[in-house]
């Protein structure tokens, strides 16, 4: 035992292209303000580097995932999503991470949380942020989840055991419906400038505009587009506005600090071919729609799954902007490909499309995910008081 530090049990997991710092519920401190500024220590927050904590420096593995016994009688698990600024002493828990998601179930049978059930166990995941839930199906094998596999997930090395997770009950997390303003489009005016935008609500808020809208061709890469502030800022500009419409804020230009994680923003486009990251040539006739998307005022160096459910989700509403890009044989398929900076991934939008009313039966992802540390890290004791 260290003098001035005590520690805390907490692992480090990749769940799909991300990966994250996982603590159990009962190794934190209740009271909100404490517990953030001890999760804040443990990842080396605010810090660029993050280099007096556990965090990654990077927006995809500056994130925290909560776990514990259900607080609801129709779940197995209690998780809630933090997404850790390495900017500012801020967790923003305004979200949900579709990838961190999904390390969630295997991590929980792990922990010892869901009795392991070969060859497949069913949890139920109540996500806390959204007050919802998502169903993981993960391989078990001896007791735990399995990690071996064939499944290939573009963004991660290697292969691993496929774990699906269906979004389907994840519907309306801003305002309890699938389209925040009711409508398939939206005018957004910034600086004068009028831009059409479809803003929809499955797993976490999207904003979708087309690429062309902005000037682009919509494959660009994510230097590219994180090197040109005057696009970021007026990206940022009308999402701000966007947070505004849907009552997240009451000044467009706050948004940056009171919501920077959550809406995603979508820039899509019609297929084309591209070169992914790792050199990997993306053909046109392999993908059903083309997108880039930012969080955190930062571009995504794959696809965040709450965007992928989202975008899926989307293309089967009739009238909104990846709907109207889709081509007649996509939609017809069960199965969308998404084209993005590290090549491409599937969602499986299965819907009932009446009138003036879109049913979901199923919005499914596959990832994998497996758990890289367990241990104990140690905290201050001055940070505890």
């Not at 169903?135 to 078990?140: I, K, N």
């Not at 303003?181 to 910034?190: A, F, G, H, P, S």
């Not at 729609?289 to 899926?312: D, E, N």
């Amino acid at each position: 035992m260290h003098s001035e530090m005590e520690t805390i049990r907490c692992s480090i997991v990749r769940g799909g292209t991300s990966k994250g710092i996982f603590i159990m519920d009962n190794e934190l401190p209740k009271e909100q303000e404490l517990r953030d500024k001890v999760i804040l220590s443990i990842f080396g927050s605010p810090d660029v580097r993050q280099i007096d904590g556990l965090g990654g420096a990077d927006v995809l593995t500056s994130k925290l995932a909560i776990v514990g016994p259900s607080t609801r009688p129709d779940c197995d698990v209690d998780y809630t999503f933090g997404q850790v600024s390495f900017e500012k002493p801020f967790i923003d828990y305004g979200g949900n991470c579709g990838n961190i998601s999904s390390a969630v179930g295997p991590y929980a049978i792990d922990m010892g949380l869901v009795k392991a059930i070969e060859p497949i166990t069913t949890v139920k995941i109540h996500l806390t942020n959204s007050d919802s839930v998502i169903t993981a199906e993960v391989p078990v094998k001896d007791g735990k989840a399995r990690v071996e596999g064939d499944f290939k997930i573009d963004g991660v090395p290697g292969t691993g055991a496929k774990i699906t997770i269906d979004w389907s009950e994840v519907i309306g997390t801003v305002k309890g419906k699938l389209l925040p303003t009711d409508n398939v489009k939206d005018k957004i005016i910034v600086d004068g400038k009028t831009y059409i935008v479809s803003i929809v609500d499955v797993g976490n808020p999207l904003v979708f505009i087309e690429a062309k809208e902005l000037g682009m061709k919509g494959i660009e890469t994510v230097v590219e587009i994180e090197s040109n502030k005057e696009l970021m800022d007026e990206i940022e500009r009308i999402r701000g506005e966007v947070c505004r419409l849907i009552g997240l804020v009451d000044k467009a230009e706050d948004a940056k600090i009171e919501t920077p994680y959550s809406p995603f923003f979508a820039i899509v486009s019609k297929p084309q071919d591209y070169i992914a990251i790792n050199g990997e040539e993306i053909k046109k006739e392999n993908i059903d729609i083309v997108s880039r998307l930012l969080f955190m005022l930062k571009m995504h160096k794959a696809y965040p799954i709450t965007g992928t459910v989202c975008t899926g989700a989307a293309c089967r509403i009739p009238g909104t902007i990846p709907n109207d890009i889709l081509n007649k044989a996509s939609r017809n398929k069960d199965t969308i490909r998404i084209g993005h900076p590290s090549g491409a991934l599937d969602v499986e939008a299965i819907a009932e499309v009446k009138e003036k009313s879109v049913k979901f039966k199923k919005i499914g992802v596959y990832r994998t995910a497996r758990t890289i540390m367990n241990g104990d890290v140690f905290v201050k004791k001055s940070v505890l008081k």
